[in-house]
């Protein structure tokens, strides 16, 4: 027996930013425990992370904590369903980061198709629109972060939209 179910989007930009609370939490512990970042850089990119959200450009957002050579050492994975039946949060937490001499903290963003459908210069004047406050550059980093082992972290959510957290160590 097969069954079905079909369901439309009922969040709003108001959905959006309370799930990325949850995210804007970690991202600041993340930040002060790995002594990597001003808050006013935490800001800076958590900025630009909520604009790409709520505008629909986003598909994940990955913080990396990598060591002196450029290797990932600890990350989280921020994945993006906006079709989700979660309809409110988990409470931030679960990182158990730490200091790492010589180590750097990073975030990659994975974009949607709407994003990769926008040409150069649509792309930079979204930013340019929203004021973006990081040069974001890319990256080839690989984010199903391979040699780390993968657990499962908090769903923050608010009327289906969706933000689950993967954890690497």
């Known amino acids: 027996m097969y069954y079905s179910a079909t369901g439309t989007a009922t969040y709003t930009v ?22 990597t970042w001003t808050m006013d850089f935490t800001e800076s990119v958590f900025h630009d992370v909520i604009k790409l959200a709520e505008a629909k450009y986003l598909a994940a957002t990955n913080v ?3 060591n002196s050579s450029g290797i990932p050492i600890k990350a989280a994975k921020f994945v993006v369903n906006p079709t989700g039946t979660g309809i409110s949060s988990d409470r931030a937490g679960g990182n158990n980061w730490s200091p790492v001499a010589g180590a750097r903290l990073s975030v990659i963003l994975e974009y949607t198709p709407a994003w990769h459908a926008l040409d150069s210069v649509q792309q930079c004047d979204f930013q340019k629109n929203n004021d973006f406050c990081v040069s974001w550059i890319d990256s080839n980093t690989n984010t199903s972060f391979p040699g780390l082992r993968h657990s499962m972290g908090q769903l923050y959510a608010s009327n289906g939209y969706e933000l689950k957290k993967h954890n690497y160590n």
């Open 64 to 66: 990396v904590l990598e």
């Open 14 to 35: 108001v959905d959006i930013r309370k799930t990325f609370e949850g995210f804007e939490s970690d991202l600041r512990m993340i930040a002060r425990l790995t002594n």
